[in-house]
């Protein structure tokens, strides 16, 4: 076989290419057969199965890369959790009967007093502030930043990603100390992130999860959660800086109280009580709303 015998030689390419053109011409030689009326239809129908093609693989590439980066995120601060926690040691716990004592709920079940390197985490970025935990469902570094922008898109180890970061409002006196602390948190769809906050929807998943763990620095406080609601996303739920502990206290009593879906086990907060408002995004597509779980400190536990 010479060079030239080689080189005419049909490639699985070419012959494709000739299979779609004897299509495309029977095809062309059918629709000539109706009539125009016919035609018309028969081209249209065609067009909008193109166009729901081309819909449905671009919907598929999207999602496929949205997957990827879930995947990449998670990763990422699972390597982050992993990197600042100390081991427990002594094996420390604390045990009860699983009532209401006091000003605390007692756990019926030992657990480990969980604790991090918070000068570590400082180191990388000096923007953190502490860190939220609440068993084996979050687990995330807190930052406070310059804006409310910058961390949405960002997380707690300055690299752009679509998780972002759980991050305090920039505007709050005290910051984690203040009377009101707003905290931010994307909801994704893989419930990582505050993506849990909107299983509060339901009174019986607070029941089982009516604590988070905020570590202030390096002590930690066990909060309790009070309120959990939808609420608008500029409106007086977002207020913060209170001039005195009668407006802090107006402010729970007369805005968070009265929307809370239900109740929980804490009934009163007094003025020297800190709280959190840890908010998310909804999960009904309305952009002006978000959810909110409130969330009142008590115990120190480090």
Same mark, same amino acid.
């Given at each position: 076989?010479?060079?030239?015998?080689?080189?005419?030689?049909?490639?699985?390419?070419?012959?494709?290419?000739?299979?779609?053109?004897?299509?495309?011409?029977?095809?062309?030689?059918?629709?000539?057969?109706?009539?125009?009326?016919?035609? $018309?239809?028969?081209?249209?129908?065609?067009? $909008?199965?193109?166009?729901?093609?081309?819909?449905?693989?671009?919907?598929?590439?999207?999602?496929?890369?949205?997957?990827?980066?879930?995947?990449?995120?998670?990763?990422?601060?699972?390597?982050?959790?992993?990197?600042?926690?100390?081991?427990?040691?002594?094996?420390?716990?604390?045990?009860?009967?699983?009532?209401?004592?006091?000003?605390?709920?007692?756990?019926?079940?030992?657990?480990? $007093?969980?604790?991090?390197?918070?000068?570590?985490?400082?180191?990388?970025?000096?923007?953190?502030?502490?860190?939220?935990?609440?068993?084996?469902?979050?687990?995330?570094?807190?930052?406070?930043?310059?804006?409310?922008?910058?961390?949405?898109?960002?997380?707690?180890?300055?690299?752009?990603?679509?998780?972002?970061?759980?991050?305090?409002?920039?505007?709050?006196?005290?910051?984690?100390?203040?009377?009101?602390?707003?905290?931010?948190?994307?909801?994704?769809?893989?419930?990582?992130?505050?993506?849990?906050?909107?299983?509060?929807?339901?009174?019986?998943?607070?029941?089982?999860?009516?604590?988070?763990?905020?570590?202030?620095?390096?002590?930690?406080?066990?909060?309790?959660?009070?309120?959990?609601?939808?609420?608008?996303?500029?409106?007086?739920?977002?207020?913060?800086?209170?001039?005195?502990?009668?407006?802090?206290?107006?402010?729970?009593?007369? $805005?968070?109280?009265?929307?809370?879906?239900?109740?929980?086990?804490?009934?009163?907060?007094?003025?020297?009580?800190?709280?959190?408002?840890?908010?998310?995004?909804?999960?009904?597509?309305?952009?002006?709303?978000?959810?909110?779980?409130?969330?009142?400190?008590?115990?120190?536990?480090?």
């Amino acid at each position: 076989m010479s060079i030239n015998d080689f080189g005419q030689k049909e490639g699985p390419i070419k012959r494709f290419a000739l299979w779609i053109k004897d299509k495309v011409k029977e095809d062309i030689e059918e629709l000539r057969s109706h009539s125009k009326q016919y035609i $018309v239809k028969e081209l249209i129908r065609r067009l $909008v199965m193109v166009g729901a093609l081309l819909v449905f693989t671009y919907s598929s590439y999207e999602v496929s890369g949205m997957i990827l980066d879930y995947k990449e995120d998670k990763k990422e601060y699972q390597n982050m959790e992993e990197m600042f926690e100390i081991p427990n040691i002594d094996g420390s716990s604390d045990s009860g009967d699983g009532t209401v004592k006091g000003s605390t709920i007692s756990n019926s079940n030992q657990e480990n $007093v969980w604790k991090y390197d918070y000068n570590a985490l400082v180191n990388m970025n000096p923007d953190a502030v502490g860190w939220i935990k609440q068993e084996n469902i979050i687990s995330y570094p807190i930052v406070m930043g310059t804006d409310n922008t910058y961390y949405l898109k960002h997380n707690a180890a300055h690299r752009e990603n679509g998780a972002g970061s759980i991050f305090v409002d920039y505007r709050i006196d005290g910051g984690l100390d203040g009377w009101n602390c707003i905290i931010y948190g994307h909801d994704m769809k893989d419930y990582s992130m505050f993506g849990s906050l909107t299983k509060y929807m339901e009174k019986s998943y607070a029941d089982a999860h009516p604590t988070f763990d905020i570590y202030i620095g390096d002590v930690g406080y066990r909060y309790y959660v009070f309120a959990a609601y939808e609420t608008d996303a500029v409106g007086d739920t977002y207020s913060y800086n209170f001039v005195d502990e009668g407006e802090f206290i107006n402010y729970v009593n007369l $805005v968070c109280m009265p929307q809370r879906r239900y109740e929980t086990e804490i009934k009163e907060i007094v003025g020297t009580d800190k709280i959190v408002t840890l908010s998310t995004c909804t999960r009904n597509g309305r952009n002006e709303r978000r959810f909110v779980v409130q969330a009142v400190r008590r115990e120190q536990i480090t």
